[in-house]
């Protein structure tokens, strides 16, 4: 939705900033070595507490994204980026596949298949979408500042989550001074941002000390100081010359060349600008001391160079892996005569599902846009798909099979949109619904399929499609009420204003924890604690 007018209130703002902020802390405190830098499907706190170990194409996908966009907000620096990014792929290449799909599920300790060996369509299609978009986030990153921009504005963000977990505001009243000048101060040298990070780091850790360690601010606190010590790293790993003392005076030109803010693609051609300057004061009569002091600039500078390639390098390594991944065979999964999608592929069985995914609003039409774009599948595929309208008192709507938010809209987190279409016009229309839908039962609005409140034998939640009845075709989708915040996060792309204030709504409920928002709550009256 670019060019459209967004009007959220500082406080809306600050709320989803805070969000997005837990919402990582999910990924950087799960996804890690323990489970080979895959996304465990899910944490549960009660009845059990427990993470469940396994994973899927499409968690994958959005996990990798989940990477992409905490460097775009500001809370890992770019050699974290790389570092989590290359670690997932190079698990990803450890994988067993079929035909270039990954299977439907995966043990994340063991990296087996889960029984029965299943190819997803919509699975399939999802990391291929993803993939494709990580792709142009990685490509961009070579001509990105080192620095990111929003560098301080993403620990202003922890910041401000730190302070809700305390009752003393003054106690953070300096460091948000701090951020606050930084976040809207024009960065010129690196220098300088240096010596903010060195201060931040300083009052982070004297304010940690004075924290509870046994709470969860003091892990907030920690999460700070991580946060600012990874800066500083990402710093020092692009311009070792900062580990040199201070300049001399006859060297002011060689600071000025080399403290100014520049991309990795500048760096990696540091060596054609600065060294025949060195070799120019090098030639000149100048104390031994200095000469030696430029003779350790030189390496350094020269490290600088070999450092950045390295790291062009790496870049290029992610760049072919996300290509491979994305590159799918469609032809067991495609029926001719249909000219479309099977639901999937029991690889275990050697069959081909019977069923199909016929209807244009649902979440396979990113695999059939992704095979079009690549030349895979045919552009009928795409117009042999389903168009069948509802009128849900409002304008007429594309009807899903279950009226589910992830039909709608897991799609446009990565497809472009066009206005006044018909998917656009769905796009609100669905979103109205829901919201309407919410409005009409009294709850919070936004149902997907998600958790819901039922456990198995071993207490684990069970989970299924829950839809606004007279969006979806399925039967009974009124017999269920199960919220899903996650799906008022997804219709922040189309309408954000509503959208912000029903989450806001939500964490005045206490639908919200240590991690972001629950996955659901279940109004059901037959599954209420009596």
């Avoid at 060019?3 to 209130?9: P, T, V």
């Avoid at 427990?50 to 996990?63: D, E, V």
């Avoid at 009052?203 to 500083?232: G, M, N, P, Y």
């Avoid at 060596?271 to 090098?282: D, R, Y």
Wanted: with cysteine.
């Amino acid at each position: 939705y670019k060019g459209k007018s967004i009007n959220l209130s500082d406080e809306q703002k600050k709320f989803l900033y805070k969000l997005s902020r837990k919402t990582w802390a999910f990924f950087e405190t799960f996804v890690v070595s323990g489970d080979n830098w895959l996304p465990p499907d899910n944490y549960q706190e009660n009845p059990v507490e427990r993470i469940a170990h396994r994973t899927s194409p499409t968690n994958m996908g959005l996990s990798l994204l989940a990477n992409m966009a905490a460097w775009d907000f500001g809370y890992i620096p770019t050699e974290i980026l790389l570092e989590r990014t290359s670690n997932s792929l190079h698990t990803m290449h450890r994988m067993e596949r079929y035909q270039g799909h990954f299977y439907n599920w995966y043990d994340t300790q063991t990296l087996e298949p889960m029984a029965p060996k299943y190819i997803s369509t919509v699975d399939s299609g999802n990391l291929a979408g993803h993939l494709l978009t990580l792709k142009q986030g990685l490509l961009a990153l070579g001509e990105a500042p080192v620095l990111h921009s929003r560098l301080f504005r993403g620990l202003k963000d922890t910041v401000n989550v730190l302070m809700e977990k305390t009752e003393n505001d003054n106690l953070f009243q300096p460091l948000i001074t701090d951020l606050d000048a930084a976040e809207t101060r024009e960065w010129k040298t690196v220098l300088s941002i240096r010596d903010q990070l060195q201060e931040l780091a300083v009052k982070a850790e004297t304010l940690a000390a004075s924290i509870d360690q046994a709470s969860e601010a003091r892990w907030w606190a920690d999460k700070l100081i991580k946060q600012i010590r990874e800066a500083l790293g990402d710093l020092y790993e692009t311009a070792p010359w900062l580990q040199q003392n201070n300049f001399p005076a006859r060297f002011q030109s060689l600071e000025n060349m080399l403290s100014r803010i520049m991309t990795l693609n500048e760096l990696a051609e540091l060596e054609e600008s600065v060294l025949p300057v060195i070799h120019v004061f090098t030639e000149d009569e100048i104390p031994e001391e200095e000469k030696r002091w430029l003779e350790t600039l030189r390496r350094q500078v020269i490290e600088t160079e070999r450092r950045a390639k390295e790291r062009l390098l790496t870049i290029q390594n992610l760049l072919k892996s996300c290509e491979e991944f994305a590159d799918l065979k469609f032809d067991f999964l495609y029926d001719k005569s249909q000219r479309l999608l099977s639901i999937g592929y029991n690889v275990t069985d050697h069959r081909r599902d019977n069923s199909y995914y016929d209807l244009l609003a649902s979440e396979s039409r990113l695999t059939i846009f992704v095979g079009i774009a690549q030349g895979k599948l045919m552009q009928d595929s795409w117009f042999a798909l389903g168009r069948q309208l509802t009128n849900p008192g409002t304008s007429p709507v594309l009807v899903s099979w279950s009226g589910s938010m992830f039909e709608y809209l897991m799609p446009l987190l990565v497809m472009p949109n066009y206005d006044h279409t018909l998917l656009d016009q769905t796009y609100r229309t669905s979103v109205q619904k829901q919201i309407e839908y919410g409005r009409k039962r009294d709850v919070p609005w936004g149902v997907s399929e998600s958790g819901y409140n039922m456990v198995d034998a071993s207490l684990n939640y069970q989970y299924r499609a829950f839809g606004v009845p007279g969006l979806g075709l399925k039967r009974g989708l009124g017999e269920d009420l199960v919220v899903a915040p996650y799906a008022a996060v997804m219709a922040l792309m189309v309408a954000p204003e509503e959208a912000a204030e029903n989450l806001l709504d939500m964490e005045a409920e206490g639908f919200g924890g240590k991690y972001g928002m629950f996955e659901a709550i279940d109004y059901t009256a037959s599954r209420l604690t009596r």
